[in-house]
């Protein structure tokens, strides 16, 4: 209670204020280092979001320092010491109660207006020319359908830059959230309904995402990759993945790989055209030419792969694809099959 | 515990009623509004202890990328748990017991209104738990999150029982919530005691009222969507099942119909208690005393009109989204009203910076922040980057922590003198108050930016690499921080409950009913019941007359006789919708003892 109180307390929220001044910018500073980042769109829909946030993050840090700042200022000014007057007994004043309801509402309408005006803008239909694709979300891994070029992919959702992307979004089993945190908000995947965004990519790159509605065992898991390249390159990739399944050579290391996908039991779930027509698992026409397995989980090497397959629910708890119990010799072949897919 | 004082004035001894007896049986068969309060206390407490080490679980799991301390389907129990735990085991009942023991002695009463089924309630309540927790060693704690989403929670996406025990055991506690609930309300429009109309009535009862409105109107919307779940998983409905032609998102409207009320059944009571308190120690009566009541009774009526601002990422389309951003950001301006009257009513008064004060400040400054996040998320396009974030569970800690448990620790050394008649140590409270303050930002303020930088909730783990490794490092040691914050204040509360020095009536000042009588009170109370003229009656000339009548024996006392079938009828009830999962053997005895129960409490002398 003595006079050094006031000194403390001010000390206590210069070095909180200077603590966390620092902080804010490191994190909008880059994004190299938060590549999921929300605060660091590289779409149009994500920059309307992102504009819409930095207007409300602003009325907000205002309102907290002045409210703040009153309760504090309240707190050393009228703190018990000797030679304080008695409080007078005040009861309430209709002036300040009006004021401070109208004040708060007429903020309120400052962060209003631009919210509806941005949830209709976002929410309307996707721009003309805009390239379709269907999402359909599994537990726990991503299906991608191009309807467009009859193309069936998983977990690596490849664009080009600057054409609008319109996403249609179904589920196969539980619910799911799309999530590039890149290119603007999530939506989810609902069974029973259809759901739609829409993004225009500005910048080419790899950019993370994942589900964020909790899904089972594994929905950390349930990972995946936006590439949104030049449109060129996108076309190479278009034609590539239209191609029909590469047929290995007789005799080589892969076509032993076949026999084995043949054997072991991947037909059930899997397609690679030609050779099997499951349709539980992800589409395995281009595996060879992903940069990632397992949703995302792990690179796309030959040992990650090799790894990946000798036991997948300990590698991604509650997988539905079961240990096959390979033998290394079937592995190895079955990892060069997978691979020669590209 | 409650009857040791005597009262002021000599001819009490004559007209008192028969001490209350001590022991286990006593606590078992007790009627009387105190004991319950404290057993309510208790038990929450312990529960708030068992949600907190399921929090420090989760955080040694999140310190590191990858890790493998804990499987994912454990991790999912864990986070399930956790917030069931904090939400229905620790928080409501943690009010509960201020309403149990405060209610009566504010609004000058001798027991509730329903003193056996308020029992009933605390027995319902306690078996509900232990139920819900009986989970982790049969078969599987429930892991579907305490939002519990349709379609996950059906039979062929959850095969195991915890689910089932997840929603009987909240069915269990809809009983507790719901008989409780009546009884307050009853308790507060029919006992108070002359003279104490509506608008003299202390800010805590009036909240207690609110909330006991939200919880009858809201319990019984979770009950329905509880049954219809067990339909399904039970018996082959398709209330929620895709397949069947059903809409999952029914659930997800159903339970936050509830959800959102109940987000204000958890924060009523604590502004209601820091309504008490800041007046106390400010010495001087709360700042806009009408327009701090009609705010809350605002935001609990205009709760029913913003559920959907959970669902923002569902599709339900523009429209809907325009309108429940715009009704929820209307909740602001009634809370925000709220905050201004409170730092209205410091301004210009002589604050002690006792620890009931010093909590009451953290929760004013905390909720600040817990609000503004959420004005945040009110809007649907920024909450599209935020919902199902890191950023979401800085919000609601701040919330329910910042906001509803340091309002029931200010609650706590506020009541505690009144509750033992004993002191609370300050200098440890002190410490308890800024380890706990540093602890939960530490905890939680990073939370915040690990959610907008892209972290999503409810994942057991993260890769490297994505920038979230030193926040999460930063939460685990805030966490483990509160831990240490809790056990100072626990030995605070085991040394001062014993040695601490006496309390005497009215140890703060304080201008409402209950610092006009003994700490602890007699089990009856008010020797006779007081006549009131204004709110603040303590605060008044007349005050010292006042006191002196209240412990003046003016004739017989008729306090309601202890019953053993409250906890029978309760132990039935449990067992009746245990056999739900157990099977008819557990069930048909369980319908049994219930009936027997409520026939012999029907029908048992009440005096």
Redesign the interface.
Same mark, same amino acid.
């Given at each position: 209670?003595s006079a050094r109180r006031p000194h403390l307390t001010a000390r206590r929220v210069l070095a909180a204020a200077i603590a966390l001044v620092p902080?804010l910018l490191l994190?909008v500073g880059c994004q190299d280092? +938060?590549?999921?980042?929300?605060?660091h769109p590289r779409s149009d829909v994500g920059w !309307?979001?992102q504009r &819409?946030?930095e207007s409300? #993050?602003l009325w907000?840090v205002v309102?907290?320092v002045l409210?703040?700042g009153?309760?504090i200022v309240?707190?050393i000014r +009228?703190?018990?010491r000797p030679g304080?007057p008695?409080?007078?007994?005040?009861? !309430?004043?209709t002036g &300040?109660?009006i004021g401070? #309801?109208i004040a708060?509402?007429i903020v309120?309408g400052f962060?209003?207006v631009p919210?509806?005006l941005?949830?209709?803008k976002?929410?309307d239909k996707a721009p003309p020319g805009a390239l379709e694709v269907k999402v359909v979300g599994h537990?726990w891994w991503w299906e991608f359908q191009y309807p467009e070029f009859k193309i069936v992919t998983a977990n690596e959702l490849h664009v080009p830059v600057g054409r609008p992307v319109a996403l249609s979004l179904e589920t196969a089993?539980?619910?799911h959230?799309f999530?590039f945190?890149a290119m603007?908000?999530?939506?989810?995947l609902?069974?029973?309904?259809t759901?739609?965004m829409w993004f225009t990519p500005e910048q080419t790159g790899a950019f993370?995402g994942?589900?964020?509605?909790?899904?089972?065992?594994?929905?950390?898991?349930m990972?995946m990759k936006l590439i949104v390249s030049a449109p060129e390159e996108f076309q190479a990739w278009v034609a590539a993945q239209q191609a029909p399944p590469v047929e290995p050579d007789s005799g080589s290391l892969a076509a032993q790989g076949k026999d084995v996908f043949l054997e072991v039991g991947c037909i059930a779930c899997h397609t690679i055209e030609g050779v099997a027509p499951g349709v539980i698992g992800p589409n395995l026409n281009h595996i060879g030419s992903r940069t990632t397995i397992a949703s995302a989980?792990f690179d796309n090497t030959p040992e990650q792969l090799g790894k990946w397959l000798e036991d997948p629910p300990a590698r991604k708890?509650?997988a539905l694809m079961p240990k096959l119990g390979l033998a290394p010799n079937q592995l190895a072949a079955l990892v060069a099959y997978l691979h020669s897919l590209k | 515990m409650a009857t040791t004082t005597h009262p002021v004035g000599g001819i009490a001894a004559d007209h008192a009623p028969a001490e209350a007896g001590t022991g286990l049986w006593s606590w078992i068969t007790t009627v009387d509004h105190k004991r319950i309060g404290v057993l309510y206390g208790v038990t929450s407490f312990l529960f708030f202890l068992v949600g907190g080490i399921e929090a420090l679980i989760i955080r040694i799991q999140l310190t590191s990328p990858d890790s493998t301390f804990i499987?994912?389907?454990v991790y999912?129990q864990m986070f399930t748990m956790h917030g069931t735990t904090m939400i229905f085991l620790a928080i409501m009942p943690l009010s509960a017991s201020f309403f149990n023991f405060m209610i009566p002695l504010m609004i000058g009463a001798r027991d509730v209104a329903f003193p056996r089924l308020n029992a009933f309630s605390y027995w319902v309540y306690l078996f509900g738990a232990l139920f819900l927790n009986l989970s982790f060693v049969i078969g599987g704690a429930p892991d579907?999150?305490w939002f519990g989403?349709s379609?996950?929670t059906s039979k062929q996406?959850s095969a195991g029982t915890g689910v089932d025990f997840w929603a009987v055991g909240l069915q269990i506690l809809g009983i507790a919530s719901l008989a409780a609930a009546f009884n307050f309300i009853v308790t507060i429009v029919n006992l108070r005691a002359p003279g104490l109309k509506f608008m003299r009535m202390p800010v805590f009862v009036w909240m207690t009222l609110v909330t006991s409105f939200l919880i009858i109107f809201a319990f019984p919307v979770i009950t329905v969507a509880l049954v219809f779940l067990l339909f399904d998983r039970m018996v082959g409905t398709n209330f929620f099942v895709?397949s069947g032609?059903?809409?999952?998102?029914l659930w997800q409207h159903l339970f936050w119909l509830f959800g959102h009320p109940e987000v204000y059944i958890l924060i009523l009571p604590a502004m209601g208690i820091v309504s008490e308190i800041l007046p106390t120690f400010?010495?001087?009566?709360l700042?806009?005393?009408?327009?701090v009541i009609y705010s809350g009774i605002f935001i609990g009526f205009m709760g029913w009109g913003v559920w959907s601002h959970h669902m923002f990422?569902?599709?339900l389309?523009?429209i809907a989204?325009?309108y429940f951003?715009?009704a929820t950001?209307?909740i602001?301006?009634p809370t925000?009203?709220k905050?201004?009257?409170w730092?209205?009513t410091?301004?210009?008064?002589?604050?002690?910076?006792k620890t009931a004060m010093l909590f009451a400040?953290g929760f004013?400054?905390m909720f600040?922040?817990g609000g503004?996040?959420g004005?945040?998320h009110?809007?649907?396009?920024?909450?599209?980057?935020?919902?199902?974030?890191y950023f979401v569970v800085a919000h609601i800690h701040y919330v329910l922590f910042g906001g509803s448990i340091m309002g029931i620790f200010a609650g706590i050394y506020y009541w505690f003198p009144k509750v033992t008649g004993r002191l609370l140590d300050e200098k440890l409270g002190q410490i308890h108050f800024w380890l706990m303050l540093v602890a939960m930002n530490v905890t939680f303020f990073p939370m915040h930016?690990v959610g907008?930088?892209?972290?999503?909730?409810?994942?057991?783990?993260?890769?490297a690499?994505?920038?979230f490794e030193w926040m999460n490092v930063m939460s685990t040691i805030g966490a483990f921080a509160i831990a240490v914050s809790l056990l100072v204040f626990i030995a605070n509360l085991v040394r001062s409950a014993r040695r601490g020095p006496p309390a005497g009536p009215n140890p703060w000042g304080g201008p409402t009913l209950e610092w006009a009588i003994p700490s602890p009170p007699p089990i009856y109370n008010f020797a006779t019941l007081p006549h009131v003229h204004r709110a603040d009656p303590l605060?008044e000339q007349d005050a010292p007359q006042l006191i002196e009548s209240v412990n003046r024996m003016s004739g017989p006392i008729h306090m309601p006789p202890s019953s053993y079938w409250p906890i029978v009828s309760a132990f039935g009830i449990t067992l009746l919708l245990g056999g739900m999962i157990f099977g008819w053997w557990i069930g048909i005895p369980g319908l049994v003892i219930m009936l027997v129960g409520i026939f012999s409490w029907t029908f048992e002398p009440c005096h």
């Open positions: 209670m902080m994190l280092q +938060f590549p999921q980042s929300s605060l !309307g979001v &819409l946030l409300i #993050t907000v309102i907290f409210v703040e009153a309760l309240a707190v +009228f703190r018990n304080l008695e409080p007078k007994p005040v009861h !309430g004043h &300040l109660e401070w #309801t708060p509402a309120l962060i209003a919210t509806v941005t949830i209709f976002t929410q537990q089993d539980v619910i959230s999530w945190p603007g908000g999530k939506r989810d609902v069974p029973a309904h759901n739609y993370p994942q589900c964020a509605e909790l899904c089972g065992t594994s929905h950390a898991n990972r989980m708890p509650g | 499987s994912p389907d999912n579907v999150g989403y379609n996950l996406y895709p032609g059903a809409d999952p998102v400010s010495r001087k009566p700042f806009g005393y009408p327009v990422s569902v599709g389309g523009p989204d325009s951003a715009l950001m209307l602001a301006i925000g009203v905050i201004f009257n730092i209205a410091l301004w210009g008064g002589r604050i002690e910076l400040l004013i400054a600040i922040i503004l996040s004005v945040m009110a809007s649907p396009p920024a909450d599209l980057q935020q919902t199902d974030t930016f907008l930088l892209g972290m999503p909730r409810r994942v057991y783990t993260y890769p690499g994505l920038g605060w």
